[in-house]
């Protein structure tokens, strides 16, 4: 009785791109085989179909063999089994870990559970990706977040240096392990136009300016849990909402600064006091668990929906937050209480951020001029604004960690769908 072997010998382990994002992709030997042939690779070549996939099916079985030393990167450098290049290893990790934008977006925010994995085949269904690289992709998502979570130091670099990933990518996966963390709502009707790039953003932000790490560089804690004294001081600031008279004066100095500045002020002077609670109410909040979980649908339906309705544009957004901040910084009792000086700081250092994050979620609801549609790439430019840097206080209050929060609010702004007009 004779039995026929394929049998393949070689050095330098042999690796086809394409075989290998198919692979990745989930496709079944047959479906690879296929592809392969449709995209015309036996064109031009003596090689038959069952060659193609004797061919196919001896990658697959090589990709499954490494797949075990890609669970832990750093020990496919170190392995004697494969004949890999260094940027060959490279780039397996990469696209190993790599995720498709729809399929993390249905996911952000979630527990990286037992219970989530299960809900994987309505997430293939809806997002047309297929279920087994929808599981690599949890998979991975829960193995570099188990990775991390005791580690200390800057959660970017963690990843980097155990999971041997790109900058990019690993700045992805540490929003991913940080929404994660925090359980951020992201699923909400409210917030579908923002991209998982737009909240990547944010993570970036909320990680460098809103962390332990962030606000004392000489501890060595993981950077992914939010300081909890400086969410506690900032619920001091709803002074400047419950004392009737500070509200007035900071209206009067905005509303002064703004005239004649802008085609909404009548808008502006009108809703003032409802956009300054809901500003300062969402910062007293952050001390809860749930508040800092609904963060972001609490912004939309706070702020940026009240601007969109009233017609403004990123520029009226820009103008008022500025005035807002710098016109809180020589009220009364801030200006001759030393006991304020503090908090201020927090203020600031909340209003800088959510300034910038309101005007990209207004920009995507279509308050821009032009160009909302290209605003909303999925990229991270999307966080930066086109326009140059509106000025703020120019006292100590211009270092970086001053503007997180309106560089978050630029990111909603910029996500929402163009509408068409020049404003909503």
């Given at each position: 009785?004779?039995?026929?072997?394929?049998?393949?010998?070689?050095?330098?382990t042999i690796m086809?791109?394409e075989?290998?994002q198919?692979w990745?992709?989930?496709?079944?030997v047959?479906?690879?085989?296929?592809?392969?042939?449709?995209?015309?690779?036996?064109?031009?070549?003596?090689?038959s179909a069952?060659?193609?996939?004797?061919d196919?099916?001896?990658?697959?079985?090589?990709?499954?063999?490494?797949?075990?030393?890609l669970?832990?990167?750093?020990?496919?450098?170190?392995?004697?089994?494969?004949?890999i290049?260094?940027d060959?290893?490279?780039?397996?990790?990469d696209?190993?870990?790599?995720?498709?934008d729809?399929?993390?977006?249905?996911?952000?925010?979630k527990?990286?559970?037992?219970?989530?994995?299960?809900?994987?085949?309505?997430?293939s269904?809806?997002?047309?990706?297929?279920?087994?690289?929808?599981?690599?992709?949890?998979?991975?998502?829960?193995?570099?977040?188990?990775?991390?979570?005791e580690l200390?130091?800057?959660?970017?670099?963690?990843?980097?240096?155990?999971l041997?990933?790109?900058?990019r990518?690993?700045?992805?996966?540490?929003a991913i392990?940080?929404?994660?963390?925090?359980?951020?709502?992201?699923?909400?009707?409210k917030?579908?136009?923002?991209?998982?790039?737009?909240?990547?953003f944010?993570a970036g932000?909320?990680?460098?300016?809103w962390?332990?790490?962030?606000?004392?560089?000489?501890?060595?804690?993981?950077d992914?849990?939010?300081?909890?004294?400086?969410l506690?001081?900032l619920?001091?600031?709803?002074?400047?909402i419950?004392?009737?008279?500070?509200?007035d004066?900071?209206?009067s100095?905005v509303?002064?600064?703004?005239?004649?500045k802008?085609k909404?002020?009548a808008?502006?002077?009108?809703s003032?006091?409802n956009?300054s609670?809901?500003?300062?109410?969402?910062?007293?909040?952050?001390?809860?668990?749930?508040?800092?979980?609904?963060?972001?649908i609490?912004?939309?339906?706070?702020?940026?929906?009240?601007?969109?309705s009233?017609r403004?544009?990123?520029?009226d957004?820009?103008?008022?937050?500025?005035?807002?901040?710098?016109?809180?910084?020589?009220?009364?009792?801030?200006?001759?209480q030393?006991v304020?000086?503090?908090?201020?700081?927090?203020?600031?250092k909340?209003?800088t951020?959510?300034?910038?994050?309101?005007?990209?979620?207004?920009?995507?609801?279509?308050?821009?001029?032009?160009?909302?549609?290209?605003?909303?790439?999925?990229t991270?430019?999307?966080?930066?604004?086109?326009?140059e840097?509106?000025?703020?206080?120019?006292?100590?209050?211009?270092?970086?960690?001053?503007?997180?929060?309106r560089?978050?609010?630029?990111?909603?702004?910029r996500?929402?769908?163009h509408?068409?007009?020049?404003?909503?």
């Open positions: 009785m004779s039995v026929e072997l394929d049998v393949f010998v070689g050095n330098t086809d791109q075989v290998y198919l990745l992709s989930g496709y079944t047959g479906d690879a085989v296929k592809v392969r042939m449709d995209g015309g690779v036996l064109d031009g070549c003596d090689a069952e060659v193609l996939r004797s196919t099916m001896d990658q697959f079985r090589t990709f499954q063999m490494c797949e075990r030393l669970h832990n990167p750093a020990k496919l450098a170190n392995q004697l089994l494969f004949q290049p260094p060959r290893q490279a780039m397996l990790i696209r190993y870990y790599a995720f498709d729809a399929f993390v977006r249905e996911v952000l925010g527990k990286l559970s037992k219970g989530t994995k299960k809900d994987l085949d309505d997430v269904s809806k997002t047309g990706i297929l279920l087994k690289s929808c599981r690599r992709q949890f998979d991975n998502f829960k193995r570099v977040f188990k990775v991390v979570e200390k130091g800057p959660l970017v670099e963690n990843i980097r240096q155990h041997l990933l790109s900058d990518l690993a700045r992805d996966y540490a392990v940080f929404f994660a963390n925090h359980r951020f709502e992201t699923g909400k009707k917030l579908q136009y923002l991209t998982f790039q737009d909240f990547a944010c932000e909320l990680i460098s300016h962390t332990v790490g962030a606000m004392d560089n000489q501890l060595e804690d993981m992914v849990d939010l300081d909890k004294e400086f506690q001081d619920k001091e600031l709803k002074v400047l419950t004392d009737k008279d500070l509200l004066q900071h209206k100095l509303c002064t600064a703004l005239r004649s802008t909404v002020f808008e502006m002077e009108a003032f006091k956009l609670r809901g500003l300062i109410n969402i910062a007293a909040k952050l001390t809860n668990t749930k508040d800092v979980r609904d963060l972001f609490d912004l939309v339906e706070k702020f940026i929906e009240p601007c969109r009233d403004w544009v990123t520029i957004v820009n103008l008022y937050l500025t005035h807002y901040i710098n016109s809180a910084h020589i009220l009364d009792t801030f200006k001759h030393a304020w000086n503090s908090l201020w700081d927090e203020l600031f909340m209003l951020d959510i300034q910038h994050v309101t005007v990209c979620f207004l920009v995507k609801m279509g308050m821009v001029a032009s160009g909302a549609s290209a605003a909303a790439e999925g991270r430019a999307t966080a930066a604004s086109s326009e840097p509106v000025p703020v206080h120019p006292t100590q209050f211009t270092t970086s960690i001053s503007f997180s929060f560089d978050m609010l630029n990111v909603g702004c996500a929402w769908p509408s068409g007009s020049q404003a909503c």
